[in-house]
Nanobody, 126 residues
Framework: QVQLVESGGGLVQAGGSLRLSCAASGRTFNSYGMGWFRQAPGKEREFVAGITWSGRSTYYADSVKGRFTISRDNAKNTVSLQMNSLRPEDTAVYYC???????????????????WGQGTQVTVSS
C-alpha cells in the first residue's frame, strides 16, 4: 500500500505560479513511478505529468508542456509539480498518484495508477 498526501493548492491569478507537493509513505519510494492528474468540474480526470521511478524520464500533457515541471526527491519521498504561467483553464482538483511498480516509460492513463491522494484544489482567476 502507498499513502499519498498532496499540498500546495490555492487561488492564484492568471500568469502566476504554484508548487504542488505530494508526500508518499508505505512502500519504498523509488520502486514506483509517480504522476499528477487533474479533474475539472464536469470533466474526466486527465493526465498532467509523470515521472519514472528513477526520475530519468518525464512526460507532460501537451496542454502544460513548457509551463509545468515535475520532479521527485527519492531521499525525501516527495514528488512536486511546479506550475508556472497558470491559466484559468488549469483550474481543477489536482491529484497525485503512484504506479504499482517500476516502469520504463511514463504511463498516462488512470488505470495504470492504483494509488491516489485525496486531491488539492487549484483555482486560477482571470
Amino acid at each position: 500500500q502507498v499513502q499519498l498526501v498532496e499540498s500546495g493548492g490555492g487561488l492564484v491569478q492568471a500568469g502566476g505560479s504554484l508548487r504542488l507537493s505530494c508526500a508518499a509513505s508505505g512502500r519504498t519510494f523509488n520502486s514506483y513511478g509517480m504522476g499528477w492528474f487533474r479533474q475539472a468540474p464536469g470533466k474526466e480526470r486527465e493526465f498532467v505529468a509523470g515521472i519514472t521511478w528513477s526520475g530519468r524520464s518525464t512526460y507532460y500533457a501537451d496542454s502544460v508542456k513548457g509551463r509545468f515541471t515535475i520532479s521527485r526527491d527519492n531521499a525525501k519521498n516527495t514528488v512536486s509539480l511546479q506550475m508556472n504561467s497558470l491559466r484559468p483553464e488549469d483550474t481543477a482538483v489536482y491529484y497525485c498518484a503512484s504506479t504499482g511498480g517500476k516502469t520504463i516509460v511514463v504511463p498516462t492513463t488512470t488505470q495504470r495508477y492504483p494509488y491516489w491522494g485525496q486531491g488539492t484544489q487549484v483555482t486560477v482567476s482571470s
